[in-house]
């Protein structure tokens, strides 16, 4: 897999852990025992902050109850778009590199990120009824998340739709890449044009529009969120390759 | 020196700029249809034509809604203003919960022939803050925010404020 043979010749700086990530041996050999951890951590995470948020936090002087959504909902839109980034990494690694186990996350990062794409649209449109008074509205907000989710759905289609499947992680990395200008469109969205979705709260520069106790749980749940889509996708990585290493072995077994 | 990863990692890249140019291009072309609602600025500058419609965004002016019922649907009559111009606006119908003086609105209609807009139906655009009533209230008592006048003080002043128990 390693075209580079002659030391020295076009590596990059970054070529040394790339190159020692990308052994699928050696991911699953650091996986394999992370993996219960990180499921557990997540887990953990993601009831403290929702308990916290839906218990415990007070509620919205405006909203009320209903701002309560957010402990679910804002996570959700970090993790879409982080996701999503990951999966333009992966494609770029993918196209230039050709890493074989950055083909293997492509496959894998598309439904998770899928999810949580979903969840958050879903979510977002039962508060709006209430709040806006619409469940779904065409601002550039909604619409570019929305774009975000067909992206995925595109990918996890474009991706197994060849027989040769180095011709559908080729095809699909293009997509990944090129969609990968929607998400500053989406981050940027509430400030380039009237949107009626309301602008950030959260800032990291300045000071953040949400009291503090509000802002913990919202924290712990985020954190929560991004250590279960690491654990989905690094669960799903970790089969996939278990499931090439037994077609191969099939495979050896049968052509003797 | 030009190794296949390196002609492709230019390729990429250059195909990335490009790209983006062309959207980013494309995107500042469109902007004004991708703008969700036309500010009363906007509106009173250059209205569009009686009948046809679009959204006007903006916030409800404080001592400006007036409510009438005629059986049993109630007419709101309110003007949505952005600091610098104000239209007037009528609706007929039940308006969302978050509908109060100071809120942001988005009312979908068409400008009526007295020159007053006519909406079909009225959203409430909801700000980035969020508090608990106590502080909403403290805040209010220390004269720092009347809600009806815009939005919060900078946040910083109350995100870790303390509020007495039973304020």
Known sequence: MNEDVLPGVGRLKTGGWLHY???PARFLRVATPALPWLAAVSLLLCVVGIVWGY???PADWEQGD???IMYVHVPAA???MAGYAALAVVSLLSIVWRHPL??????????????FTAVCLVSGSLWGKPMWGAYWVWDARLTSVLILFFLYLGH???IRAFDNKAHGYRAAAILA?????????IVFSVQWWNTLHQGNTISISGGSKIYITMLYPLLISTLGFYLAFITMVVARVSAAIYERKTASALLAVAER | MRTPKKRRLYLVLACGLCFSAAVGLSLAAFSTSLTYFLSPRQVVAKAPAVGQSFRLGGVVEAGSVLTTLAGETPTTHFAVTDGRAAVNVTYTGVLPDLFREGQGVVAIGSMGPGGSFVADEVLAK???AYMPKDVEQSLKQAGKWDPKFGPPPDASSWNTMTVKAGS
């Open chain 1, 21 to 23: 990530l990308a052994n």
């Open chain 1, 102 to 115: 950055a083909d293997i996350a492509a496959e894998e990062i598309g439904p998770v990120g899928a999810g």
């Open chain 1, 156 to 158: 996890v289609a474009l």
């Open chain 2, 126 to 128: 909801h700000g980035a």
């Open chain 1, 78 to 80: 970090w993790v879409a």
């Open chain 1, 55 to 57: 218990a415990i936090a």
């Open chain 1, 177 to 185: 890449l090129a969609g990968a200008v929607n998400l500053p469109i």
């Open chain 1, 66 to 68: 209903a701002a309560r």
